[in-house]
């Protein structure tokens, strides 16, 4: 399914293949579909829900929400916010202006923020490799689930409130590595 919108919000739900949607302007809502999703909006928001397939998302100026998709997650913003949640493959977000939430993630994650907050909460399950250029980062982890870390911010602080392992309960080799880069802001690593 194809569906283009010069000017007026999109609306696609309960669909079996794949769907590209586009609106030039306005609102993009995509949800309870079986295959891949690419949605593309010029100027207004973009919802994405239940979706059984890879999702491929760009938004020019709006918020950015996707949940609960079983595939990938390939997101780009360049001035609005991105939340995703509960991605169960690969996610890759990128923001040129505005923060970004990922929220219980499934697999490995890169994420770049060049002006805006990033927020990390869940298990690490895959690799995680975030960086901030002007911003701070809170990752909000479960710290019975061992993963290698490695954290730093060129002007602001990295602070860890995670208790220290037990003996024994290092990763496993080849276990999940997070690497946390901030070069203007401060980096909070908390428990869940």
């Known amino acids: 399914m194809r569906v283009l919108s010069r000017s007026g919000s999109v609306?696609?739900?309960?669909?079996?293949?794949?769907?590209?949607?586009?609106?030039?302007?306005?609102?993009?809502?995509?949800?309870?579909?079986?295959g891949d999703v690419t949605a593309v909006s010029r100027s207004g928001g973009i919802l994405i829900e239940r979706i059984e397939g890879n999702v491929q998302v760009e938004a020019r100026s709006g918020r950015l929400r996707v949940c609960e998709v079983s595939g990938t997650l390939a997101a780009d913003a360049r001035s609005g916010q991105i939340e995703a949640h509960r991605i169960g493959g690969d996610l890759r977000i990128s923001a040129s202006s505005g923060a970004l939430t990922i929220e219980q993630p499934g697999a490995r994650?890169?994420?770049?923020?060049?002006?805006?907050?990033?927020?990390?909460?869940?298990?690490?399950?895959?690799?995680?490799?975030i960086e901030v250029l002007a911003g701070s980062l809170l990752f909000a982890v479960d710290?019975?689930?061992?993963?290698?870390?490695?954290?730093?911010?060129?002007?602001?602080?990295?602070r860890s409130e995670l208790p220290p392992r037990p003996r024994g309960a290092a990763p496993a080799a080849g276990?999940?590595?997070?690497?946390?880069?901030?070069r203007a802001g401060s980096i909070r690593i908390t428990a869940i």
Request: glycine letters at 12%.
């Open 109 to 129: 994650v890169q994420a770049k923020s060049r002006a805006g907050s990033v927020r990390f909460r869940g298990a690490v399950l895959g690799d995680v490799d």
């Open 11 to 34: 609306q696609i739900g309960r669909v079996e293949g794949v769907v590209h949607a586009e609106a030039l302007s306005g609102k993009i809502t995509v949800e309870d579909v079986a």
């Open 143 to 158: 710290p019975a689930r061992p993963f290698y870390i490695d954290a730093e911010s060129v002007a602001g602080s990295v």
């Open 175 to 182: 276990g999940p590595k997070v690497r946390l880069r901030s």
